[in-house]
């Protein structure tokens, strides 16, 4: 059993050192590029909110 977790950590290990870990630069435009697209889909979201409230505000009257 003992043997089994060591070798696993060992095979962990191995595989985390072979890994291609991105640069710094990569890791914070990727980042950017993420924040951007966010912003403007929660803007499209949030604007396609207001218009079709609108429209059904107009079309459905309250009672």
Known sequence: ???????QVKNLIAELNRVDWPTKNKVFSATYA???????VGAYLWA????FSWITHFLVPRS
Do not use: A
């Open 1 to 7: 059993m003992i043997s089994t977790i060591k070798r």
């Open 48 to 51: 396609s909110d207001v218009l």
């Open 34 to 40: 993420v924040v951007i697209v966010s912003v403007f």
